[in-house]
């Protein structure tokens, strides 16, 4: 899109302007700005936008003040021709303002306003046109000449005041012949908006003054205060406008010299063709078909919608956002033909990297560690049995969700087999004995490989039986359940987090003790829950036996200390347990930093966690109501001191606190990676694709030159690609054998290379 | 484009040499470590947690030895996949891949990724397979002290460790037949666009003829320029 900005006039109140510039630039406006104009004070700073210079304008106008720009002595006001401001000061700001080089790449116009002393007119200078520095530094005084304050400014002989005294304070006149698309104009006065949608109106949402209490009002809180006003005001209007504001102009082309062959003089003409708002047509259709298949791709990127799993992450949606743009662009019939496979397959990559931002947080722990009572805690609802017998079997993963439901996903006939043999492999006797207790073969075909099952849940209570259904060792069913998807919507953790009970190392089908392993190696974290009583010898090996599977990376593991409301005196004691379990904890199969250690080892009370948060509603004589009373007081807190001590007892759970970290340690860790990640994809893609792009555009440019250069030529070029046809499919012949050639090598190189590590055993 | 025959040819590499040394020295450090696992105490479900700290370390000594020499094999398998790419990249030689617009960067960067997944991966072989939670591992620790358990560790971790390094190979060998697809597939795409784009061009400039020269000429400037617009459009928004 291109765009035009109007600076109104309005001396000191100019600060608004760089609030809004300020906002402009971070919403990515500031590329697509082709035209700038501005009179008085928004002369300056038109011109200092047109030249790119942003944080030199916010330097002045952050540090300028009263003594700058007035002159306070007497023989000043004498001598600067009986005018209040000394044009002296401001000359130089203007000349430190507008010397240097241009960084603004995008901007091909400034207009400044200026008003004839002497004639009842005024002036729109295109101050961008003119090279001499001088000439265009008189301009700028000029329109900031404020008659009676400043004196006025000689240009060509004629004098020139202040552009905006009864003149031509908001200069949009000039951009109208500019081809834009829209124009944003920053008022400093309380104007009415324009109906006219091609208008964008920056009004002060808050007074700024008026003449003297604002034009004249160079006081630096003054100043700041109207920088931050102009910010506010620019991102309110434009945050909304930004994405349809920042689709990029489509050029269109430059003036074309073309040659035409004279058949009575035999001889060629070379012909310029007039310039018609760039590239130029002789014949009305196709210059319809060309501005048709234009507009439909405007369209097309204007229409375009979003998928809402891009809008995790700002970066990520930014990115999937462009890329989304340039993978239509790229599906158009014209330019399909040009892209390679690859390219496609690439973007395609990419965009699901983009949507990928779930976190998996795998728990781990050996029967009646309390990991079922951890993932209630965190879920805030008794989601997970806790009973005695274990329940887990399958992978149960709990996720935020638009809805609630439960999905069951069931073992394919091969993976049964698979696990079948584990069965047989470890001997398992209770796990067969209870097969058959249950009868679960007779049920066995219709499960296997069975499309998933999704249930949508009205209430909690409906989620918690369906989960039962699926997952509970009293029922034939949950042998043939590979994994259980559970969808929350109220779901207390950050989004994205996936919290996922495990069977767990120790399961009796090794089949399944792999499928934790290779989780836990996958997962972004791993809490091992082992219970906070001394650390007997199988539980060190469960923890071990973790980091096993995690080597590379001790720091996603988490060692969870369960159950501390079960000891006697659950602070006292957790404190000497903890300087014992230390001992190990640091040691070169787990942690192996003492350090680490000490942070990754959190002790929690997911039971006490739940009384407290429904202890509102228990009844007085209910066993929970009694068990929080014995619990709390174990704490040193009576009964009827719980509502004044309620936040202290909750402390002590430690599960708000595990949640922090999960939020702070692993989501925005793992977030910063993934962000990386994408940006590092994007710039392999846009590598490639920029690469495609100039080599279509150098085809196209053969191919407009050899079309200007008479029949000819393009009889000769036609023949040229005739030849780069069959040249080509002679190479593709030949490369296709080189590269089979040396695929054959390799593959001889390595199988080499893995007899004689062979030999070695 | 470089003919077969010139390519240089290499025997097996630095990196078979580098590993059978590697693999001796690792052997004999790994049957002194069998000696006091053969040693230690069977670990049941009464084990101490001191015992089984204890036996954890030992089991750690083995990962250690790896680590001591993981540099070396990095190293030698680095050099091992540059002599791969160095194969690839004279084929496609400046004027295959200028001609065909063919775009190579890539390949550097998968072939830098394929290091970097083989790196380690003995190293995380080792540790989960000479370890607690392996079942193998396990019921060699559950034997009583002796002679017969240290043979057992020293003949399994031999095993762990050389079934490492045939993993090693083996990934290597998919890693870079997936590259090959790859520059295949690109190769073919790149000849395929310029073909298809020569035969495009070949058959706009077909229709042009003196009679009717301004106004096709004009259909395939509006055609050429549409496309480098709508490349440029492309160029500004990624």
Redo the contacts between chains.
Sequence with gaps: MRLGLVFEGGGAKGAYHIGVWKAIRELGIEKHITSVSGTSVGALNAAMFYLGKFEQAEHIWENITNEDILNVKSEDYLANGNCIFSQKKLSGIVEQAISGEKHNKKCDKCYITCRSRDKAEHRYFEWSRYIDNEYKKKILLASSAIPGIFASVEIDGEFYVDGGANADNTPITPLTKDRLDRIIIIHLSNAKANNDPMFIDIIPSQDIGAFIDGTLDFEHSSIMRRIELGYADGMKILLPLAERLCIPEIKTKKPCKRKTHDHDTNKTIITEEKEMNGFTFTNDEARKDYETRIAALRSNLETQKIDTAYLWNETAHKYAKNMLKVKSLLETDEMKQQITSKMYKDIDTFLSKCKDNEFHIALVGAIKAGKSMLINAMLGYEYSSTKVTPETASLTKFKKSSKNYVKAIFYSVNEWNELWESVNKSNAAVFLEEYKTLNAESIKNQWLGHHDEVTECETREELKDKIYEWTSSKSSLHYFVKEVEVGLKEFELPDGVVLVDTPGLNDVVEYRSNITRDYIARANAVLVCVKSDALNGQELQTIINVFSNTRYNPEKVYVIATQTDTLNHPVEDWKNQRDEWMKYLKQKSTFASAELAKKNLIAVSGYLYLLLKKYKDLPEDSDEYWALESIAIKYRIRMKEIDERYTELLDYTNIEMLKRTIKNEIVSKYEELLIEDIKGTYDICKESITFAMNNIKKNQQEIIDTAQGGIEEIKKKKEEYEKKYKEAEEDKKELDHLIELLRKQTSDRADELAEQIKDLA | ?MP?DK?P?KG?GG??KA??TI??NLRNIFKNKSVAIGESEP?N?????D???KI??L??AY??SVNEVKSVIEAKLAEEVDY?LE??LM?LDDE?VN???I?I??IK?DIDSITSNLK?LI??EV??RI???S?DCMSILRMLPGAKKEKAMSEYS??VL?ES??LC??N??TN??EI?N?????????????????????E???E???DN???Q??????????????????????
């Design positions: 484009m077969f390519i040819h097996i990196f078979v590993v059978i693999f001796k670990v479900d009464k084990t101490s947690i015992d089984i700290d954890s370390e089991l750690s990962r250690t791969y194969g690839l084929i295959i001609k065909y617009n775009n960067r890539w960067k380690g190293d995380k540790s989960g370890s607690f939670d079942t031999e095993r050389h390094l045939e190979c083996k290597l060998k870079l037949n090959y790859d520059v295949e597939e690109e190769v073919n795409n790149a000849i395929k666009t310029i073909q298809n784009e020569s035969s495009l061009n070949a706009a400039f077909a042009i003829n003196a020269y301004e106004e000429a004009e259909k395939c400037l509006n055609d050429a320029h549409y496309l480098s617009d709508l490349s440029d459009l492309i160029i500004e928004i990624i």
